[in-house]
Each structure stands twice: as structure tokens, then as C-alpha cells.
């Protein structure tokens, strides 16, 4: 498989690194000349564009991956549809329910694989337990809490996040609840609050969930980037999931106990890979891996484009019920 790449920004270097061991990258696009020109070097890639539309019309790849902030990922999946051009696109999926609606119908129409990278579900350990939870090693799940708190400087490689009127549920948030769908179902109603603690920041750094699942389970998702720890546990989510035949623990150090005993699953550093990122540079790799396997198979990707409206409604939903102080029922959205 040939790909090209669009945002060549601070996460991009990562989905770079992967593809090196997974396809081609044939061509990619900045319209930042500085960031397109060093990551055009870094990765010995000789075809670069300031301007998407022209890397579509002159073509010569099979997917493209998106890895752009929010407000340009409608347009770049819709070029995408209209090229015909598998598509990878970045979380948050969309501002808006409605484009990201407009969107899986695009990729839809057009016969193209469209694969949200929400990548937090591939990191190995959280992997190991989706898979045990799935496998009946805690019989069936009624209650969950999955938990993110920290308070890791994410602003210095990222920006944008202290100045988006929205923080962490959009940014972090949206990866926490798409664990807790996967590990538990889809989700019918959540009630959210939300604080900013840190007063440099415009949006919510601490943010708490209750969802109701279809099954009749609970979760409590709760995130924090105000949380001062001692060890620092970024990016780690950890996980109490009770089950009516035991309970899953995955406890900071990514030390798994299950009714059966404990064990270590503390993920590889790759070779580009550097701590504490590398739980989530392995999940990258295995993401992007999984794209393609899909491609090969002819199946949908398990974050397709039609799945992720679902995690993206419940990060709507939680802002809608931290603003107006109520449960809010996801088909209302
Ligand atoms: P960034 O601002 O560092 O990089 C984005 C790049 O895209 C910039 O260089 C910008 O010039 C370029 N760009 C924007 N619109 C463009 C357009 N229309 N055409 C061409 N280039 C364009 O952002 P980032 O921190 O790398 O984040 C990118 C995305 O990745 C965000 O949506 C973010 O939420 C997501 N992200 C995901 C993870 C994860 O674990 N999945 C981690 C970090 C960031
Ligand atoms: O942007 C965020 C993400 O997706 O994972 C961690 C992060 O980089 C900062 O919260």
C-alpha cells in the first residue's frame, strides 16, 4: 500500500515512524513550509505540498492519513471520498455531530475504508483487557471505572490546547469514553461535570462521567490534567472493571490483577519511541496495522468512521450535561 500524509505537526512524527515499518509514504503536506520541509527530511520523503487539493489531484497513493487538527478534518475526508482514497483521520473525528455524519456518509458513497485513529483501545495493556473482559474472565461486567488523572505538561508540545475553548474531554476524554465503550458496550446516557483548575488554560481540565450502558452496566470515566501525582502516571488509564465472577484491576505501572493472579504489562519501547510516550507510540503502530489488515480483508476497522459517531456523541453529550446540569439520553444528539 502507497500512502500520503496531511499535517506534519507534533503527532504526525509518530505515525511517521510507524508507516516506516507498514507501507510507503509517497508524499505528504504542510501548509506550514518549516514543518513540511523537516519532516520531508527526516523521513527522506521528496514529494511535499503546501495545498491538500493539489496532493489529491496528482495522486499516486492509496490512503491518505489525516493527521490535522479538528476544523480541517471535514474537508480532507471529503477529498479523500472524492479521490476515492482510503482514509485515516485523526480524533477528534469531527467539531460537529452533523459533519462527522456528513462525513461517514462521504466515505460511505464513495467506497472508502474511513478509520478514525483512536488509538487509545490498540495500547497493548488496555488491549489485554479489553480482550479478558470480552473473553468472560470476570463473567459478565456491571460496573467500570476507567480513570485518567494526571498532571503532565501536555501544553508545551501541543498549544493549542490551552488556548481551545474546549480541553480535555474533546482532546483526552474522547480516548477514556472510547475505552469504556469498548470494554463495556455502547453507551444510552451520560452526566457530566466539568472545573478548570488550572487558570492559565481557556477550557476544562478535570472532567467527571456517568454512563449508562445498553446492558445495563455502569461507568465512571473520570480525567484530570490538574491531578498532581507522585509517580506522574501520564499517559497510563487505569482500570477497575467488576464483573459477578471477579474483578479486573489495572492498577498504575500497568500491573494487570485478575481473579486468576497479577502480571506486568508494561508495553515495549520502540526502537523511535521515547518514555512516558511509548504506551502510546506502540498503540500508533498497531492502529495503523490494523487499517490496513482491514483494507486486505475487506472488513470495516474496528474505530471505522460509522463507529466513532458513537464515542463522538458521548463527548457531545458530556458537554451538553455539564452546561445544563442534566443526564442527556445519546439519541437525543
Ligand atoms: P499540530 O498543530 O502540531 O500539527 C497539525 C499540523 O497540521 C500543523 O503543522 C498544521 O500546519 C497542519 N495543517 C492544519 N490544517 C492543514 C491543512 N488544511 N492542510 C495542510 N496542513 C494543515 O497538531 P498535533 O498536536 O500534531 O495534533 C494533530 C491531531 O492529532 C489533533 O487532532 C490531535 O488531537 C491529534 N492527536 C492525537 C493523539 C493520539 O494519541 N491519537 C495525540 C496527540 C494529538
Ligand atoms: O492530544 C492528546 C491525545 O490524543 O493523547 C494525549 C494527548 O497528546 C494530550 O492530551
Not at 18 to 44: K, S, V, Y
Not at 59 to 83: E, N, W, Y
Not at 205 to 230: F, K, N, P, W
Request: charged content about 20%.
Amino acid at each position: 500500500m502507497r500512502g500520503a500524509l496531511i499535517g506534519c505537526g507534533f503527532f504526525a512524527q509518530n505515525q511517521l515512524h510507524a508507516w516506516r515499518d507498514l507501507a510507503q509514504i509517497t508524499a505528504i503536506c504542510d501548509r506550514d513550509p518549516q514543518r513540511l520541509a523537516e519532516t520531508a527530511a527526516r523521513f527522506g520523503i521528496t514529494r511535499t505540498y503546501d495545498d491538500a487539493a493539489r496532493m489529491f489531484a496528482d495522486g499516486g497513493f492509496d490512503f491518505v492519513d489525516i493527521a490535522t487538527t479538528v476544523p480541517s478534518h471535514r474537508p480532507l475526508v471529503q477529498m479523500a471520498a472524492a479521490a476515492g482514497v482510503h482514509a485515516i483521520c485523526q480524533k477528534p473525528f469531527a467539531e460537529t455531530m452533523a459533519d462527522a455524519r456528513a462525513m461517514v456518509t462521504a466515505a460511505e458513497s464513495a467506497g472508502i475504508t474511513l478509520m478514525v485513529h483512536e488509538n487509545f483501545r490498540w495500547q497493548s495493556a488496555i488491549r489485554r483487557c479489553i480482550d479478558a473482559v470480552r473473553g468472560g474472565a470476570i463473567g459478565t461486567p456491571f460496573f467500570a471505572r476507567v480513570s485518567f488523572r494526571s498532571g503532565y505538561d501536555v501544553f508545551s508540545g501541543q498549544p493549542y490546547l490551552a488556548t481551545d475553548q474546549r480541553f480535555i474531554i474533546q482532546d483526552l476524554g474522547i480516548h477514556i469514553l472510547d475505552i469504556a465503550r469498548a470494554l463495556m458496550g455502547d453507551a444510552t446516557r451520560i452526566t457530566a461535570t466539568t472545573r478548570r483548575i488550572n487558570p492559565a488554560i481557556r477550557g476544562e481540565d478535570v472532567a467527571t462521567m456517568l454512563l449508562q450502558h445498553a446492558g445495563g452496566a455502569t461507568s465512571v470515566v473520570d480525567c484530570s490534567y490538574a491531578t498532581r501525582r507522585v509517580p506522574e502516571t501520564f499517559p497510563e488509564t487505569l482500570l477497575e472493571i467488576d464483573g459477578d465472577r471477579g474483578t479486573l484491576r489495572l492498577d498504575a505501572g500497568y500491573r494487570l490483577t485478575l481473579p486468576e493472579g497479577s502480571s506486568d504489562l508494561s508495553p515495549p519501547v520502540l526502537p523511535w519511541a521515547s518514555r512516558p510516550w511509548h504506551n502510546i507510540q506502540e498503540s500508533v503502530l498497531l492502529i495503523q496495522r490494523h487499517f490496513l489488515d482491514c483494507i486486505a480483508a475487506g472488513i470495516q476497522p474496528e474505530t471505522s468512521g460509522a463507529d466513532n459517531l458513537r464515542t463522538l456523541a458521548l463527548v457531545e453529550g458530556a458537554y451538553l450535561s455539564a452546561a445544563e446540569g442534566r443526564s442527556v439520553a445519546l439519541d437525543e444528539l
